[in-house]
């Protein structure tokens, strides 16, 4: 029994090499193609960098959200208008390829806004989903917002 079982423990077939430029290439154009959208005011666009499915995964605020719907609903309801939107911009993006279709990403959002400026971290898992790259999971997080009392001097925080 033992040498069956050894037998069937070969080396694994080892995996065909990633094209690590292409997979960052791709990733880079969906990102740069939802800050655009999202600064022309075109959340729908911006949500064309999402899975259209029902198994997105999107989560932030302490709770995930299911589903492609759900996720533009939620945008929709958290940025109603252009002033909420602001100007999106990404930074520190950091693309690593988990496969030829997989990659993981990891990043800084801010939004200038008239009266702030909201920031904080996301972490994407993008897949090729129909030949095309899309976020299946996006985890994103904000930056605690600087609060100051009008007696005290020194500036206390609180989370959005």
Partial sequence: MLLLIAAGCGTPA???????ESVESGVLAVLMEQVGAWNAGDIEGFMKGYWNSPEL??????SVREGWQETLDRYRKTYP????????????IDVRALAADKALVL???RL????????GLFTLIL???DGEWRVVHDHTSSAPVPVVDAGDESPATETQ
Wanted: charged share 40%; glycine share 8%; aromatic share 8%.
């Fill in 107 to 109: 990043g800084r959002w």
């Fill in 57 to 62: 995964r999107f989560a932030s605020e302490g």
């Fill in 127 to 129: 897949e090729v989903k």
């Fill in 81 to 92: 208008d252009r002033a909420t939107m602001g100007q999106l911009r990404f930074d520190e």
């Fill in 14 to 20: 080892s995996a065909p090499a990633i094209d690590e």
């Fill in 112 to 119: 200038q806004r008239e009266a702030d400026e909201p920031n």
